[in-house]
């Protein structure tokens, strides 16, 4: 059998179980969220022994050097010695909350003001801590503009406890740590006269907002089409905010869609990527965002593979693999 070693214990792995999940297992709580390997909040060391390749994966190279690696997706084929990560690696920034608004009765925009300035491109993902074991991932919905503001959407999870603690005690003028901004699913300049198609679910629609402004800051030219979907209108939020950017925008479209009971005035019925894909067709030449429940992002992200004129690129944000939104307790 397998043994880790942490904290002068050591404890036993089951037959492909991860370091993560064999911590987890003898009740010893280290960092982590996602558990999917895309938010880097389980980050550890290897301080003896090989780490796979696969646990090093969009890890800094200098970290990678230095045997760091996710222990969620960590299944050593060797015993290891790990630790925590020394605190000047996680490079976090203390951040002032200035802003707290109701979105939905379960979604809450958070506005952060940086105290340090750090590069980040809207629609990555930054970490959130509470205190030193709790921490989440959050899709930077904005500005689109470097200043030292940023804002993220929190979806409220049943039993959750950075999102409940976010919603019921986190107040204006408090204080919080976010780590080091992370994630593909950002806009690109090289693609200003591509078109693009934004296909977002739930608080998804954070990633794609994100995208959306940057797009719109920079003077895209090509077509940007925005679908957003909920099961229940009640659910749908900033529709006001994005309707009004399309209709000052020529070349953006956005629909709200609802899947679950009558849509309304204004609103579409149906799944977000059905009447995406049933209002654009050919999707040839364009560039794809997906952001959302992860059934929606891998059935989606499958059709596109296998279309006759599928687009030129995919980017994609799940909740579930990586991201945003799930919150798990520790
Ligand atoms: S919990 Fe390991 S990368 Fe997110």
Request: charged share 30%; net charge negative; proline share 3%.
């Given at each position: 059998m397998i043994r880790i070693t942490y904290q002068y214990r050591t404890y036993f792995l089951y037959s492909s179980e991860s370091v993560l999940d064999c911590l987890k297992r003898n009740g010893v709580s280290v960092p982590n969220a996602?558990?999917?390997?895309?938010?880097?909040?389980?980050l550890m060391r290897a301080v003896t022994g090989d780490v796979p390749p696969r646990s090093q994966g969009g890890i800094r190279n200098e970290l990678q050097d230095q045997n760091y690696f996710l222990a969620c997706v960590c299944v050593p084929e060797n015993d290891l010695e790990i630790a925590l990560p020394?605190?000047?690696?996680?490079?976090r920034t203390v951040a002032e909350v200035v802003g707290k608004e109701k979105l939905t009765s379960n979604v809450m925009r958070l506005t952060l003001q940086r105290w340090m300035p750090f590069q980040y491109k809207p629609g990555q993902n930054v970490n959130l801590y509470r205190g030193f074991k709790l921490v989440r991932s959050y899709a930077i919905a904005g500005p689109a503009e470097q200043n030292d503001t940023i804002e993220i959407h929190v979806r409220r999870i049943k039993d959750g406890s950075m999102s409940n603690w976010i919603h019921d005690?986190?107040?204006?003028g408090d204080t919080v740590e976010l780590g080091e901004p992370f994630g593909e699913c950002h806009y690109e300049?090289?693609?200003?006269d591509r078109n693009l198609l934004l296909v977002g679910t739930g608080a998804g629609l954070a990633t794609l907002y994100g995208v959306v402004h940057d797009a719109i800051a920079r003077k895209h030219s090509g077509l940007i089409h925005l679908f957003h979907g909920v099961r229940?209108?009640?659910?749908?939020?900033l529709v006001e905010e994005l309707n009004e950017l399309a209709a000052g925008n020529g070349n953006v479209n956005y629909t709200p869609c609802v899947s679950g009971n009558a849509a309304g005035e204004g609103l579409t019925a149906g799944r977000a990527s059905v009447v995406a894909l049933e209002q654009v067709g050919d999707l040839s030449g364009w560039s794809v965002y997906l952001s959302g429940h992860p059934d929606m992002v891998s059935e989606m992200g499958l059709l596109l593979k296998t279309m006759?004129?599928?687009?030129?690129k995919v980017r994609f944000e799940s909740f579930f693999r990586g991201s945003n939104q799930i919150e798990t307790a520790l």
């Open positions: 996602c558990r999917g390997g895309g938010c880097q909040s389980c020394d605190q000047s690696v996680l490079k005690e986190l107040n204006v300049e090289t693609e200003l229940s209108k009640e659910d749908l939020y006759d004129h599928g687009p030129e």
